[in-house]
């Protein structure tokens, strides 16, 4: 697998970069791989958000889940991965 080294990366970027990493939970490595294939295949965040509540939308209506059940379920699991 290729190796790719940056050199005078400006801090800030790297501050970025790194707070990221930290709230997507994972390492420097693997969120500057994300960043970079979502910038490269052209899919930005909001996009990815979109698709994710279409996706949990759709999953709710072939659950025959309410809209609060499925919303009950997301804050679940969101205080879940808080709690690691």
Do not use: C, F, H
């Amino acid at each position: 697998m290729p190796t790719l080294q940056i050199r005078n990366m400006p801090q800030e970027v790297y501050d970025l970069l790194q707070q990221s990493a930290k709230e997507s939970r994972r390492s420097l490595t693997q969120e500057a791989i994300v960043l970079l294939e979502k910038v490269l295949s052209g899919t930005d965040i909001e996009t990815a958000k979109t698709q994710r509540l279409e996706i949990l939308d759709e999953i709710a209506k072939n659950r025959k889940l309410s809209k609060s059940d499925a919303n009950l379920a997301i804050k679940w699991i969101r205080e879940d991965r808080d709690n690691r």
